[in-house]
């Protein structure tokens, strides 16, 4: 698996993440919030199964 998101993409799911499954918790306390793992490990991983579908690549090119 190569990287692809960048810097910015990833801190965003992260944060996206941890919005979601705070739901869980606090607010609503709904399951609904367990989709935050998906953006959550995206991000951590650094790799988007979706961006590699549809060809779509966020992290810079290393020279």
Same mark, same amino acid.
């Given at each position: 698996? +190569? ?6 993409? =990833? #801190?965003? =799911?992260?944060?996206? /993440? ?5 739901? #869980? $918790?606090?607010?609503?306390? +709904?399951?609904? /919030?367990?989709?935050?793992? #998906?953006?959550?490990? +995206?991000?951590?991983?650094? $790799? !988007?199964?979706?961006?590699?579908? $549809?060809?779509?690549? +966020? !992290?810079?090119?290393?020279?």
């Amino acid at each position: 698996m +190569t990287k692809n998101e960048g810097t910015i993409d =990833r #801190v965003l =799911r992260v944060i996206a /993440g941890l919005v979601l499954l705070s739901l #869980v $918790f606090i607010g609503p306390q +709904t399951m609904w /919030g367990l989709i935050g793992i #998906v953006p959550l490990a +995206t991000g951590l991983i650094g $790799f !988007c199964p979706l961006y590699s579908i $549809f060809g779509i690549n +966020t !992290c810079p090119m290393k020279n």
